[in-house]
């Protein structure tokens, strides 16, 4: 597997603060990867759904560690990037 595309949206929310989307062997997308400021720093959030009973449930998910890690990677490297091209646009 190869992550041949990442689309970021920045967002200016409290704990949200971007959605990406990834095109992997530029034949497969998953949208509505969210890039959330936790406790922690960043991490990422798969899509999810929410249930009848109140959580959240993920649509489409990494089954193995490291897929999730190549992912989380291509994501936050895509946010950095989207962020250090926005502060020099403002400049």
Do not use: W
Not at 6 to 18: A, H
Request: charged share 35%; net charge negative.
């Amino acid at each position: 597997m190869k992550i041949t595309d990442v689309r970021m949206r920045l967002k200016d929310e409290t704990k949200l603060k971007g959605v990406a989307s990834i095109t992997i062997d530029d034949c497969f997308v998953v949208h509505d990867i969210k890039v959330i400021d936790g406790k922690d720093g960043l991490f990422i959030s798969m899509p999810s759904k929410k249930t009848a009973e109140g959580e959240h449930k993920d649509i489409a998910h990494p089954i193995n560690t490291e897929t999730r890690e190549e992912i989380k990677n291509a994501v936050l490297s895509a946010y950095e990037k989207a962020l250090s091209s926005q502060s020099e646009d403002a400049e």
